[in-house]
């Protein structure tokens, strides 16, 4: 059974601070994305990191994918309360090219 | 201009009752879902169509049945609600199979 690993499932901190979030699987993935979804809505699109090593940037925010392809993680420099929300990361499933998972998320709450 | 719109936002109903959420989307996608999220926020994928074929029927009670009228909608029907349905049920699309997804706001289905 493919398992994608996310961790932690729960971080509060404080504004300011940095953060990061692991995604992790012992299956090795062609590409993963990571989705942030915030209460009442669907989820959002991040980035889709597809090389591995690949580091890719939005604002504050930097993705990294493992360079076996097997992991990825998420840093946030100075945190915000904008982002406070459920971060979800997702691969295709193994062995198919019609769906995609998702790993159970971690819920992100930066305090004021 | 809304992406992908799923209507009702809320739904709050009597156990037994049949119900239908409705979906659609602007986006020219070939490829539609719809995603089940429970109360830990774990995101599973229960139906895709691709050009309004089913391509993924997962392990879903045949109580749901989905129905696509033209690629831009993807509509879910539910007979004999049960009081394990209650969940944020999203729709979805993507350009390809498995390819990042654009997703709605969901639709709250609470069964008393």
């Known amino acids: 059974t493919q398992l994608l690993e996310q961790s932690p499932q729960f971080l509060s901190i404080q504004e300011g601070e940095n953060l990061t979030v692991y995604c992790n699987s012992s299956?090795?993935?062609?590409?993963l994305q990571w989705y942030r979804q915030e209460p009442g809505e669907g989820p959002v699109l991040l980035v889709t990191?597809?090389?591995?090593?690949e580091v890719k940037k939005l604002k504050r925010l930097t993705f990294q994918f493992g360079d076996a392809r097997k992991d990825s993680s998420l840093h946030i420099t100075a945190a915000q309360t904008g982002d406070t929300g459920l971060y979800l990361c997702a691969v295709p499933a193994k062995g198919r090219d019609d769906k995609i998972i998702f790993g159970k998320g971690t819920r992100l709450h930066i305090l004021p | 201009d809304t992406a992908v719109s799923q209507t009702p936002k809320y739904l709050v109903t009597q156990m037994g009752n049949d119900k239908s959420i409705k979906c659609e989307q602007n986006?020219?996608?070939?490829?539609m879902y719809w995603y089940k999220q429970d109360s830990k926020k774990f995101l599973k994928i229960m139906f895709s169509y691709n050009n309004k074929e089913l391509i993924i029927n997962e392990t879903v009670p045949n109580r749901f049945s989905p129905k696509s009228p033209d690629k831009a909608h993807l509509n879910l029907h539910i007979n004999s609600l049960e009081l394990g349905d209650s969940a944020v049920y999203f729709c979805?699309?993507?350009?390809?199979?498995?390819?990042?997804?654009?997703f709605g706001d969901g639709t709250r289905l609470s069964i008393l």
């Open positions: 979805a699309s993507s350009p390809r199979r498995a390819s990042p997804q654009h």
């Open positions: 986006l020219g996608h070939d490829t």
């Open positions: 990191v597809v090389t591995g090593g």
């Open positions: 299956s090795v993935f062609s590409s």
